[in-house]
């Protein structure tokens, strides 16, 4: 069971480039998330999906775009990446999201951006 | 809307003595609550949560959290630090399909 799997760990771009983040999760998990973490912010979400064909923005969208196809899968494009999007990107998922107290988050590893 | 405030961005305890991590948040409807733990270069892990059952949380490793309503706070502690537990630790709340994080508090644990 490799739970969530993001891919790339390491990547420098130039700005102006485009790339897509990968994250693949195994659980059957509806709800699925990416965040960006930087030094003393915590973690913010960027955008969120309740399931295949459904997504919404989070806190910081601008610049990120994302879809979801399939319940395995919720890629984040980065359109054209600017030196503000270097950060430490992680992507999470949960088997579902309500009132009901099964919210709680498996993150990937993390994927690691420098943007110059 | 949601927020969380972590009251200190580093706590330093000696191995074996007590810890304890302040966090108060705030927001509009009963929120999930939840500890996240992280170790350097690595992803997050779930501590504990609580979701409007017992006040007094019990996690893994022997941390607890407790509820307070009155205060909005949602405190961490672990009556005895070992060193395994050198990590960033996150408070977050939640009330809708979105979470939001505290900050983070570091700790270092001195031998």
């Known amino acids: 069971n490799a739970g969530v799997t993001q891919t790339p760990k390491f990547q420098v771009l130039k700005t102006g480039q485009s790339m897509t983040l990968q994250c693949a999760q195994d659980?059957?998990?509806?709800?699925m998330s990416w965040y960006r973490q930087d030094p003393g912010m915590g973690l913010r979400l960027i955008h969120y999906?309740?399931?295949?064909?459904?997504?919404d923005q989070g806190e910081v969208p601008n610049g990120y775009n994302v879809s979801r196809s399939t319940t395995e899968d919720f890629p984040l494009r980065l359109l054209s990446a600017a030196p503000s999007q270097t950060s430490v990107y992680f992507c999470?998922?949960?088997?579902?999201?309500?009132?009901?107290?099964?919210?709680?988050?498996?993150f990937g590893a993390g994927s690691r951006l420098t943007v110059l | 809307a949601q927020s969380v405030t972590q009251l200190d961005s580093h706590v330093s305890v000696s191995e074996g003595t007590p810890v304890l991590l302040r966090c108060n948040y705030s927001?509009?409807?009963?929120?999930?609550l939840f500890w996240y733990v992280q170790h350097p270069n690595k992803g997050l892990q779930l501590l504990l949560k609580?979701?409007?059952?017992?006040?007094l949380v019990k996690g893994i490793n022997g941390f607890e959290a407790e509820f307070k309503k009155s205060e909005t706070s949602f405190h961490l502690t672990k009556p005895s630090a070992h060193m395994s537990d050198a990590a960033e630790y996150f408070c977050?709340?939640?009330?809708?399909?979105?979470?939001?994080f505290g900050a983070g508090t570091t700790v270092t644990v001195r031998a």
């Open positions: 999470a998922s949960s088997y579902r999201w309500g009132n009901s107290g099964a919210n709680v988050l498996t």
């Open positions: 659980m059957n998990h509806e709800y």
């Open positions: 999906s309740v399931g295949a064909g459904i997504t």
């Open positions: 927001s509009s409807y009963s929120p999930s």
């Open positions: 609580y979701t409007s059952a017992a006040t």
């Open positions: 977050v709340v939640s009330d809708d399909y979105k979470l939001s």
